[in-house]
């Protein structure tokens, strides 16, 4: 990739003159089937002027409780853009019931009371759900509602080459039953800097001139999509070493004690984990991080470990290691016995 970066042929992208990133925004287009990509700085901005370019102001968009465009993303639709999330409770495997979508849609106008429906929102694979790939059967029951009620529905596609790999399945085909979507270059696909959003010509107009109000137009952009074309080209099929290790990873943890998390689950390269009660995350997060291990916190006893390219399994098994050394300090075999005599006095498990 820096190899790449090096030798880039760039010109001035603000004006479409940059070479590299026109290729790469090309073959994102071809990639997910949609008529026009452009290339922008993050996700979090790809999903920001995503939604900006769907909705107007008052507008509402629809997404999950869980959904990291309404967790991680700082409010910015509502805080730029004037639009407001109304969330649906997330279901452990990524997906939003279909009736409670269809009852939170307003599209008639008639009624001045309420705010009108702008864009529904999905994600795949699904963070906090623990990297679940999200079926297609799903969208297709999205898809359908959404054109019933005439609205666009966005992907926060971040991490859909995971699903891809995991699933044995084409990008396109989650791509086939959305409006737009958004696709990280800098995660599993380890490209330092980028992400490309990809829907309808007019759409990515709209995107262009909204990429531009948030700062996000850059010139000789074409020295970082080198290395997103590199992710895109060489760093897709690599994702099923990342899957493979995250099973090794969460294998070797659901073996001791004061950590639950169950290794069947685990479809991609996230690990999500929960602390028996009794066993604070920050003092087990920092202690980790001391024998040069980090995973992060995650919301209660939860915390996350991701594996990604650099990470090896010897790492995953260090990991382990550190894991045990740390909850043994922090007694967490004391803690397992007496929670597990609780359950047993008051019937629980």
Not at 6 to 18: I, K, M, R, Y
Not at 38 to 64: M, Y
Not at 156 to 183: H, M, Q
């Amino acid at each position: 990739m820096r190899a790449a970066m090096a030798t880039a042929v760039v010109g001035d992208d603000v004006f479409g003159e940059d070479p590299t990133v026109n290729a790469l925004e090309a073959e994102v287009a071809e990639v997910t089937g949609k008529d026009a990509a452009i290339f922008v700085t993050s996700g979090t901005q790809g999903n920001l002027a995503s939604l900006l370019a769907h909705g107007d102001r008052g507008r509402v968009a629809i997404l999950g409780d869980q959904s990291h465009i309404f967790c991680y993303e700082a409010g910015g639709a509502s805080a730029l853009g004037g639009i407001m999330y109304h969330t649906l409770p997330t279901a452990a495997d990524g997906t939003l019931d279909i009736d409670a979508i269809d009852a939170a849609v307003v599209t008639s106008a008639a009624n001045p009371h309420f705010a009108q429906t702008g864009v529904i929102c999905l994600e795949n694979t699904h963070n906090r759900c623990g990297g679940a790939v999200v079926p297609v059967a799903h969208f297709d029951e999205v898809a359908a509602l959404a054109a019933r009620h005439g609205l666009p529905v966005h992907l926060d596609g971040a991490r859909l080459f995971n699903a891809s790999v995991a699933a044995s399945t084409p990008v396109r085909t989650w791509c086939d039953r959305v409006t737009s979507v958004s696709l990280c270059l800098s995660k599993g696909l380890a490209a330092p800097v980028g992400s490309v959003v990809a829907g309808p010509r007019e759409f990515i107009a709209r995107v262009r001139r909204v990429r531009k109000m948030l700062g996000g137009g850059m010139r000789q952009a074409g020295v970082l999509a080198a290395a997103g074309r590199i992710a895109l080209h060489e760093m897709v099929d690599r994702l099923a070493e990342d899957h493979a290790l995250a099973q090794r990873l969460a294998a070797g943890l659901a073996a001791l004690p004061g950590l639950h998390l169950d290794p069947a689950r685990i479809e991609t390269n996230i690990v999500v984990l929960e602390l028996a009660p009794g066993l604070d995350p920050g003092t087990f997060l920092d202690a980790l991080a001391t024998r040069g291990v980090r995973f992060v916190a995650f919301g209660g006893r939860r915390v996350r470990a991701v594996t990604h390219y650099g990470i090896t399994a010897d790492d995953c098994d260090r990991a382990v290691a550190a894991c045990a050394a740390v909850l043994r300090e922090l007694g967490a075999d004391d803690l397992e016995r007496e929670q597990s005599r609780l359950d047993a006095l008051y019937g629980r498990r």
